[in-house]
C-alpha cells in the first residue's frame, strides 16, 4: 500500500512556514509604520513651518580670500534677485526645468520613491549621499533647511517636502523654486540669471536660452559659461534632448536650440571679483568637494593659495604685453606662478581679459590643452639621462627620414625651427638650442612609451601610456605631438625645480564655515619623487646655461633674467598657432602661452626669446624674484665635473677643444670619443679602404679619421636611413679637410700567388758530395 502521509506532513510545514512569514511580514510592517512615524514625529519637533518659503531670508554669503586674507569674491555680494510671477516665466524654461530634474513633478507628492531608490543605491554601493531630490525637495533644502549632507536632513527633507506638497499647489511650489535656485555667482531667480546671462528680462527668452538656464542648478560653477569651458554646451543639449524624449519640442527645434547656444555670446555684469579665473577654478573644486548647494548657501570662508600682489602684476604685464603684439595676430595669452616646493598656486591669468565678452574673454587657457611643441623636451631629455646617455652623448644633426606606421605618410621628416642642420651636437646643446632632429633621433632611441610614463609621473595627466594613447602619437611626440595643459607644464616643470619630487597644484588652503569650524585643510604633503635628483640638476642646468642656448637665441634674448640663475624652455608649434615659456628656480615656477582660442595662427614674426611668450614670463619672473637672494641650483654630491673633448663628447683628444661638462658618477667617460677612428688603408690602391685579405695578411697602412656613424634603430626594411642622411651632409661640409672624409672605396687589390722554382736531380754520372768546411768540421779537446 503507499503511504501518502508524507504529503500530509509536507503540506502542513509550508503552511506553518508560511504562517510564521505572514506573521513577521504583519509585525515587521506594523513595526516599519510605528519607526516611522516616530521619525516624522521627532524630526518634526524642530523643523520650521513650510510658510516660511515666503519669507525667507537671503542665503549666507560664500567668501573667498587670498593667501593674505585679500578679498577675491563673495558668491552673494550684492546679490541679484529679482520676484517674477510664473505667468511672466516662459513655458519653455519651465517645461525644460520639469524634464531635467523632475518629469514627475505634477504627479509625485513631493517626494520620488525611485529617486529614494537611487539615493539608497548610492549610499550602498557608492558612498555618497545624493540623489533623489524633486523640484519640492530642492526648494525645501535652499530655503528651509541646512546645507549638510547627513541622513538626519534627508528625512527632515522629506518630511517638509510632504508638507509643502500639501500646504501649496505645483505652480506655487515650481514658482517659488525659479526664483529662489541659484544659476551661478550672484544671481538669484530667472529674472536675475536672464539679465546677467542674456541681457534681458525672463519672458523674452527663447528655447534655447531656457533650455540653458535649466540645466544652469544642477553644478552652477561646472557649467557656467564663464569657467572657461564649454561644457554647458553638453548640460544644454542634455536638457534639449530630454524635452524632445517629453514630447516637448521636435528633434529640428532641439538642432537649432543647440546650434544657436554654440554661438551665443554671454554678457558679463559680474565684475566686483578679482582674479577671475582663479576664482571659477577655485569654486569648481568646491563645489566637487562639498557640492553646488554648500558652495551656494553655505557661507563657506575660503582660503586660497593665491597672492594677489603677484596675481596683479601678471594680469598687468600679460594685459601690456599683448597690447604689444595686435600686429602680429595674437589674441589671447596665460601666465601661471606656482611655488615648486608645495605645489602652491600664486597666481592665474586665464586670459587677458575675462570680462571681454567680444573676444571670449572667460576662456580658461590656463587649462585648455594645446599642442606643446618643444616645451617638453626635458621630460624626453630625463629620460634619456636615467638610462645612462648623458648631456656629452653625440647625436648627428641632419636631415633624416624616419618610417612610420601611417600608410598615408609612410616617412617622417622633421626640420629644426632655422630650417638648418647642424651635424654633430652634444646633448647639452641639442637641448638647450632646441634642436629636433636630435630630439627625434633620442626619442627613437629610449622608446615613446617610456617618455609618456616619465611625463604622466611627472603631472601631465593626458599622457599616461595606455595601448589608446600609444597608438595615437609617433616621435613627433617631442615637437609637440600630443596636447597639454599650461597647469600640467608647471606641476612637471616643477618636479626639476623641487629635485625631482611632484606637488600637485594647490588652490585651496582652508575653508570653514559661518561657526568658525574648519571643513578643510591642507596639509603640505612630502611629495612623490618621481625623478632623481641628480637627472634634475642635469636638466636643471642645461636649461640655464646662457651659452648652451646661444646658437638659437643669441646671448641677450628674454630668457636672460639680470642678476638671477633661472633655467627656462620655450615652445612653437608648427604655423605659429602656440608659444610657450616655462621658467623655474627653488623659489618660482612661471608658465606663460599665447595664441589664439580658435587656434589659428599667429604672425611667422613671432620667436621665440624675443617676442610672444617669453617676454611675459621674463617680466613676471624679475617681478617675483625681486627680492630673492640669486641662488645656483644645488649640486647633488654624485654629480660630478669632468672635462671632455668639445667634439665627441668623450675624454680630451690631442688638439681639439675641450669643455666641462656634469655627470652622474658611473656615466663620465673612459675613452676618447668613438668618433676618433684609425682607418686601415690600401698600400697598393692608394686612397681606399684595405680589403680584408689585406687586413688579414697585415698589408695596410693606417690613418686617424674623424668618423661619423649612426646606427638606425626604427628601420623596419634594414635600410640605414641614419647613416644615409649624415652621408648625404658630410658632401658638402669640411671641404679641404681630408681627416673629415675618409675613404669610402675598398681596395680590390689581389695579392699574387708565388710560383716555386722547379729543382733538378743530378744525373748518377755526375754526383757531387760536398766536401765539409773548417768551421763545419767540429774540433774536439784533447
Not at 516662459?90 to 524634464?99: E, G, K, V
Not at 582660503?303 to 589671447?332: C, H, M, P
Not at 618610417?403 to 630650417?419: A, K, L, Q, R, S
Not at 641639442?430 to 615613446?448: D, W
Amino acid at each position: 500500500m503507499v503511504d501518502f502521509g508524507w504529503r500530509k506532513r509536507n503540506r502542513r510545514s509550508r503552511i506553518f512556514l508560511f504562517s510564521n512569514i505572514a506573521k513577521f511580514a504583519f509585525f515587521g510592517l506594523i513595526f516599519l509604520v510605528l519607526a516611522t512615524s516616530f521619525l516624522f514625529v521627532w524630526y518634526s519637533r524642530s523643523l520650521p513651518a513650510p510658510g516660511k518659503l515666503i519669507e525667507a531670508p537671503l542665503s549666507e554669503s560664500t567668501r573667498i580670500y587670498d593667501k593674505n586674507n585679500v578679498l577675491l569674491y563673495s558668491v552673494y555680494q550684492d546679490q541679484n534677485r529679482t520676484y517674477v510671477k510664473l505667468s511672466d516665466i516662459p513655458n519653455y524654461l519651465q517645461q525644460a526645468t520639469i524634464s531635467i530634474e523632475d518629469k514627475e513633478f505634477y504627479k509625485n507628492q513631493g517626494f520620488s520613491i525611485t529617486g529614494y531608490l537611487r539615493a539608497v543605491r548610492n549610499i550602498v554601493f557608492y558612498r555618497r549621499l545624493t540623489g533623489g531630490s524633486t523640484i519640492t525637495q530642492q526648494l525645501v533644502k535652499n530655503v528651509l533647511l541646512t546645507s549638510e549632507r547627513s541622513l538626519q536632513r534627508k528625512i527632515k527633507e522629506l518630511i517638509l517636502s510632504i508638507q509643502v506638497d500639501k500646504r501649496y499647489s505645483k505652480d506655487q511650489i515650481l514658482e517659488m523654486y525659479l526664483n529662489d535656485v541659484s544659476y551661478g555667482g550672484a544671481n538669484v531667480g530667472v529674472e536675475a540669471a536672464s539679465e546677467s546671462y542674456f541681457g534681458k528680462k525672463a519672458k523674452d527668452l527663447d528655447l534655447a536660452e531656457s533650455a540653458f538656464l535649466a540645466g544652469l542648478p544642477q553644478s552652477p560653477s561646472v557649467y557656467s559659461p564663464f569657467s572657461g569651458r564649454d561644457l554647458y554646451i553638453g548640460r544644454t543639449n542634455e536638457v534639449l534632448r530630454q524635452m524632445v524624449g517629453d514630447g516637448i519640442i521636435s528633434q529640428k527645434q532641439k538642432d537649432d536650440a543647440i546650434a544657436k547656444i554654440k554661438n551665443i555670446g554671454f554678457s558679463q555684469k559680474d565684475r566686483n571679483i578679482k582674479a577671475p579665473h582663479f576664482v571659477m577654478y577655485v569654486k569648481e573644486l568646491l563645489a566637487k568637494q562639498f557640492g553646488e548647494e554648500i558652495v551656494a548657501n553655505g557661507g563657506l570662508q575660503v582660503k586660497t593659495s593665491l597672492d594677489y600682489s603677484i596675481q596683479k602684476k601678471a594680469e598687468e604685464i600679460v594685459r601690456d604685453e599683448l597690447d604689444k603684439l595686435k600686429g602680429f595676430r595674437v589674441g589671447n595669452g596665460a601666465a601661471i606662478v606656482a611655488n615648486p616646493e608645495s605645489g602652491e598656486i600664486l597666481a592665474f591669468v586665464g586670459s587677458k581679459d575675462y570680462f571681454d565678452t567680444e573676444n571670449d574673454g572667460n576662456f580658461n587657457a590656463s587649462l585648455s590643452n594645446r599642442q606643446p611643441g618643444s616645451a617638453l623636451k626635458p621630460i624626453m631629455y630625463a629620460t634619456a639621462f636615467g638610462k645612462g646617455y648623458t648631456p656629452s652623448t653625440l647625436v648627428m644633426d641632419v636631415k633624416t627620414d624616419f618610417p612610420t606606421n601611417d600608410p598615408e605618410h609612410p616617412i617622417y621628416t622633421p626640420v629644426n625651427y632655422d630650417g638648418k642642420y647642424h651635424g654633430p651636437m652634444q646633448l647639452r646643446f641639442a637641448l638647450g638650442n632646441s634642436i629636433n632632429i636630435p630630439a627625434v633621433k633620442m626619442l627613437a632611441k629610449i622608446g615613446i612609451k617610456d617618455v609618456m610614463q616619465q611625463a604622466f609621473d611627472m603631472g601631465i595627466t593626458n599622457w599616461e601610456p595606455t595601448p589608446t594613447n600609444l597608438a595615437n602619437v609617433g616621435l613627433s611626440l617631442v615637437l609637440g605631438g600630443r596636447e597639454t595643459s599650461l597647469q600640467s607644464l608647471v606641476t612637471a616643470y616643477s618636479v626639476f625645480a623641487n629635485g625631482g619630487i611632484r606637488q600637485d597644484p594647490v588652490a585651496i588652503i582652508k575653508v570653514t564655515n559661518t561657526k568658525g569650524n574648519t571643513l578643510y585643510e591642507h596639509k603640505k604633503k612630502e611629495g612623490r619623487k618621481v625623478l632623481s635628483e641628480e637627472i634634475s640638476f642635469l636638466v636643471s642646468h642645461i636649461l640655464l646655461d646662457n651659452v648652451a642656448r646661444t646658437l638659437a637665441f643669441g646671448t641677450s634674448s628674454w630668457l636672460v633674467v639680470p642678476g638671477k640663475t633661472v633655467s627656462v624652455k620655450t615652445g612653437t608649434t608648427d604655423e605659429k598657432r602656440d608659444n610657450w615659456t616655462i621658467g623655474y628656480n627653488k623659489y618660482y615656477t612661471v608658465g606663460v602661452w599665447v595664441g589664439n582660442n580658435d587656434n589659428t595662427p599667429m604672425n611667422p614674426a613671432i620667436a621665440s626669446g624675443s617676442t610672444g611668450a617669453s617676454p611675459i614670463w621674463n617680466k613676471i619672473m624679475t617681478f617675483v624674484l625681486k627680492e630673492k637672494k640669486d641662488e645656483q641650483p644645488k649640486k647633488p654630491e654624485n654629480v660630478i665635473a669632468v672635462t671632455v673633448d668639445a667634439l665627441g663628447g668623450g675624454l680630451p683628444v690631442d688638439g681639439q677643444p675641450t669643455r666641462s661638462e656634469y655627470f652622474i658618477k658611473g656615466t663620465e667617460p673612459t675613452n676618447k670619443g668613438s668618433i676618433y677612428q684609425k682607418v686601415k688603408l690600401s698600400k697598393h690602391q692608394g686612397g681606399k679602404l684595405a680589403n680584408q685579405e689585406e687586413i688579414d695578411n697585415n698589408d695596410y697602412d693606417t690613418k686617424d679619421y674623424i668618423v661619423f656613424r649612426e646606427d638606425d634603430p626604427v628601420s623596419q626594411d634594414g635600410k640605414n636611413r641614419w647613416q644615409e642622411g649624415i652621408n648625404a651632409w658630410l658632401e658638402g661640409q669640411y671641404q679641404g679637410d681630408e681627416k673629415y672624409h675618409p675613404p669610402k672605396e675598398t681596395s680590390d687589390y689581389v695579392r699574387p700567388k708565388e710560383t716555386p722554382t722547379p729543382i733538378s736531380s743530378p744525373t748518377p754520372e755526375i754526383m757531387l758530395t760536398p766536401t765539409p768546411t773548417p768551421s763545419s768540421t767540429p774540433t774536439s779537446t784533447p
